[in-house]
């Protein structure tokens, strides 16, 4: 799993209930908090840190900030390959079983994610944004999982997740090529949702990941949860087995207080104020 110092994709996450922190590190370092409704943001090139702090609902008060950035800089940049050529073989496979862990909690969070890729993600920086739910990147970014130029495979889940994207003869051109692809046709082949040209800040698609997010904080927590579950869990098996995962996750909307709180504020004509209860 190979991932260049200059990678800036970042996993966009709200984290766990009732303001309970959770933090990860895969190749670049990445912390995460709880923040509101069913999804907040992060910006992590694989430098980066941030966290978002606010109680899992889609309240927000007034004067709260939503979300901290700081950058990781010089030996907290990310994965290092002169570093990896000094591991042992042992130490290589727990290096890369980690990483694989790390990653699958980021695909099991319930809650949405997105990944803003403002730069490079190459091998495990790839691997972490196909985790996630959405991926948004701008034009120039470069993505690819490049491990069989080392004489290595993917090993965080992307022989898996690749093709689960983008199809299984595309995945397959692409891991045995190396081949590496910029924002354009990353959205042409399906991998990426969104491409936007890059800004002077340099951070265009973490912004425009930001309106995605804020489009998903009005939602109820609850609901977004068990989607997502849903739709997880029904792409592994067949359409029979799916549709009663559906009803199954439906079932737990009924209860929820939520969902009354939806149906009042519908008929007041006013917002909901959804708990995630």
């Not at 900030?65 to 130490?91: C, I, N, W």
């Not at 354009?184 to 995605?212: F, M, P, T, W």
Request: glycine share 8%; hydrophobic share 45%; proline share 4%.
């Amino acid at each position: 799993m190979a991932v260049s110092a200059a990678t800036v994709s970042a996993a966009l996450s709200l984290l766990q209930r009732r303001g309970r922190l959770a933090s990860m590190a895969a190749a670049a370092t990445l912390s995460y908090s709880a923040a509101s409704s069913s999804l907040g943001s992060l910006r992590g090139p694989a430098r980066g840190c941030c966290s978002a702090v606010r109680g899992y609902s889609s309240e927000a008060k007034a004067g709260e900030e939503e979300l901290r950035v700081r950058y990781l800089d010089d030996e907290h940049k990310g994965a290092d390959l002169k570093e990896r050529a000094k591991m042992h073989s042992s130490e290589v496979s727990s290096f890369v079983s980690k990483a694989r862990a790390t990653i699958n909690d980021l695909a099991n969070l319930p809650v949405p994610t997105i990944a803003a890729i403002d730069g490079i993600a190459l091998g495990g920086g790839l691997e972490l944004a196909l985790a996630c739910d959405i991926r948004v990147a701008v034009t120039s970014a470069k993505m690819g999982l490049v491990e069989t130029k080392l004489a290595i495979i993917p090993g965080a889940g992307g022989t898996q997740r690749l093709p689960r994207t983008i199809g299984v003869s595309l995945a397959k051109e692409l891991i045995f090529s190396a081949r590496v692809v910029d924002g354009d046709e990353a959205k042409s082949i399906g991998l990426i949702s969104h491409v936007v040209e890059q800004n002077e800040e340099g951070d265009a698609a973490y912004r425009r990941a930001l309106v995605l997010a804020r489009e998903f904080l009005p939602q109820g927590p609850v609901a977004m949860r068990v989607a997502k579950l849903a739709i997880n869990q029904g792409m592994e098996v067949d359409m029979l087995t799916g549709l009663a995962i559906e009803e199954a996750c439906y079932a737990q909307t009924i209860p929820t207080k939520d969902r009354i709180e939806g149906l009042l504020a519908f008929k007041e004509k006013r917002p909901p104020r959804y708990k995630g209860e």
